[in-house]
Each structure stands twice: as structure tokens, then as C-alpha cells.
């Protein structure tokens, strides 16, 4: 680690951590005490300004998520500094979907969020719009297959977003990027939520990304209905919004995803 960094943060000690495909992680102390550090180049710095923003409104909404205790740039470098959590990937999985139906219920006025953030390293463009279907459209699916178009993809021009005409849900504070490697547990079992990509949208689209890369526990899905049942129109639903996350995968990985989004454009243009 830049030593400009560790003086600039008060940092005594520095371990190296695995497991983030995106930035430099640590365990830090600082006075005694052991936190959490990413560390990227300062271009990244809004990255992180997100992330806070995201992790403050989970953490206001009831949800337990990593405190962002400060954020900023040293030198070439950005940074994030968290309150440390040592997490296991197995616990109280219908604790965590209690709390995720008690974090929906958080509700805001419009859907969208108060600033642009990330899925991922990939920007998310966050205004409101006049309608659900009208945001899905336009700051979600029309920015990822542009990119794909770009990257030199082609896929069928399937009007998908007609599956939404007529649906108004509730502007709900989501996760924005909910899959089992943003989810864990501290001792005891209790569950915390991190690397969120927030805003205000239908809360089945934070369902429906638990189900595309593997799935939670049946506990999960039994408690969350229980605190706040599911339309069953979600299950028709679902696709268009795992597309969301099939363009991003494709777009950022390449073209391994490519055949999974055009399964996913067929099953929607046969629910058209």
C-alpha cells in the first residue's frame, strides 16, 4: 500500500484480503482498531462515493451493512474505509429475508435514486422517470444493449418492456445487485448486506437477481413472503429483470453470457 495512503489514513498495519475482483481490499488498524480498506486508482473515487451513499441508505433503512466510515483520494489512489465485519457465507437465511422486506418498505416518492452509481464498474444512471416501465426502459435496458451493440454483439430488437405497460409498484429502496457474493453473516448467524447498487424501483427486481446466479435457501424465500407475499405476476416479471444483469455480465465478461441473453430475449418475446 502507498505509504502517502496509510499516513493520509492513520493506518498502522495492512493484510492483504482475497475474494474482490474490482479493487485492492485490507484489513487495517487504525488506533487499535481493525477495519476494512479498498483501495483503487483515484478515477475510481466516485465509485466509492457511491458505494457510501449506498451502504448509508441500507444501514438508514434497517438493514445491517458495513458502516463507510470515510471515502476519498490520496494521491493516485482512491479509497473506502469500513467498519470491519468478518462474514461467513452461511447463517440465518430467514433473518435475511425478513430483513430485506423490512429494508423494501423503505419507500420513496419516485423510482430512481438521488445520484448516478455502479453495477458493478459499470454506471448506472439513476433519474426518475414518468413510469416504471419507462425507467426499466430507459436507465436500465437501453444503456446495456447499446454497450453490447458497441461491443459488437447483436441481438434481436425485442420490445421486452411492454411485459411492464400498466404496472406501477411501489418506488421501494432495493440492493440493486443482490446475489449470494453481496450477502453474509457475522458469528451468530445475523445477516449483513454489502456492495449495493441502490435506488428506488420495484423491490422484485432484488428477488429476482437472488435466482439468477444460484439461488438462496428455501428459508429465505418462505420468510420474505411471510413478512410481504410476492405478486404472482413476479414469476413473468422475473426474466426482464435478470436481463439487466445478463447484459451487464455479457458486457463486462464477454461474450460467455451472449447465449444466456438470447434465451432470455426468446423467453421474453414468448411472453409478449
Not at 102 to 115: A, T
Not at 153 to 173: H, I, K, Q, T
Not at 208 to 233: D, H, I, Q, V
Request: hydrophobic content about 40%; aromatic content about 12%; charged content about 25%.
Amino acid at each position: 500500500m502507498d505509504a502517502a495512503l496509510r499516513e493520509h489514513l492513520g493506518i498502522s498495519d495492512a493484510e492483504p484480503l482475497t475474494g474482490g475482483c474490482i479493487h485492492r481490499c485490507y484489513r487495517v488498524r487504525r488506533e487499535g482498531r481493525a477495519l476494512f480498506l479498498k483501495v483503487n486508482h483515484r478515477p475510481l473515487a466516485d465509485a466509492f462515493a457511491a458505494e457510501a451513499d449506498g451502504l448509508a441508505a441500507l444501514r438508514d433503512a434497517g438493514a445491517r451493512a458495513p458502516d463507510p466510515l470515510a471515502y476519498g483520494s490520496c494521491g493516485g489512489s482512491a479509497y473506502l474505509l469500513l467498519e470491519y465485519l468478518e462474514l461467513g457465507s452461511s447463517g440465518d437465511y430467514a433473518s435475511l429475508g425478513r430483513m430485506l422486506a423490512g429494508m423494501h418498505r423503505r419507500v420513496g416518492e419516485r423510482h430512481g435514486w438521488r445520484r448516478d452509481n455502479y453495477i458493478g464498474p459499470t454506471p448506472q444512471a439513476n433519474g426518475a422517470c414518468g413510469s416504471w416501465q419507462d425507467f426499466w426502459r430507459e436507465r436500465r435496458l437501453e444503456p446495456q444493449l447499446e454497450l453490447a451493440r458497441r461491443n459488437g454483439y447483436r441481438l434481436d430488437d425485442v420490445p421486452v418492456c411492454l411485459l411492464l405497460e400498466g404496472y406501477e409498484p411501489a418506488p421501494s429502496l432495493v440492493h440493486g445487485d443482490l446475489w449470494n457474493g453481496n450477502a453474509g453473516f457475522v458469528a451468530g448467524g445475523a445477516p449483513v448486506l454489502f456492495d449495493p447498487a441502490v435506488y428506488y424501483g420495484d423491490r422484485e427486481v432484488d428477488l429476482a437477481m437472488t435466482e439468477l446466479f444460484g439461488g438462496f435457501p428455501p428459508e429465505f424465500y418462505g420468510a420474505y413472503n411471510e413478512a410481504w407475499p410476492l405478486s404472482r405476476e413476479y414469476e413473468r416479471r422475473k426474466p426482464l429483470y435478470n436481463l439487466y444483469h445478463l447484459l451487464n455480465h455479457l458486457n463486462l465478461f464477454g461474450g460467455g453470457y451472449l447465449e444466456q441473453v438470447r434465451a432470455a430475449l426468446r423467453l421474453l418475446a414468448r411472453a409478449l
